[in-house]
């Protein structure tokens, strides 16, 4: 897998994560345990994409 194949796998991770916060935040009772793990999954895999873009 090419650097820029593993920036497109992650930026759709990406993506799929935002929609699964979105989901939670909008329900009447979220999760903030489970808004936390998606933020920091987010964050994880943004960071990731910014070393690749680096390299």
């Known amino acids: 897998m090419t650097a820029t194949d593993r920036i497109h796998s992650l930026q759709a991770r990406h993506a799929s994560l ?3 916060l979105d989901n ?3 329900r009447p009772l979220p999760d ?3 808004i936390h793990d ?3 999954q987010k964050l994880a895999i943004k ?5 690749l873009q680096r390299a």
């Not at 960071?47 to 070393?51: K, L, P, V």
């Open 18 to 20: 935002e929609e699964k």
């Open 38 to 40: 998606l933020k920091r």
């Open 32 to 34: 903030e345990v489970a």
């Open 24 to 26: 939670e935040s909008g």
């Open 47 to 51: 960071d990731e994409i910014a070393r």
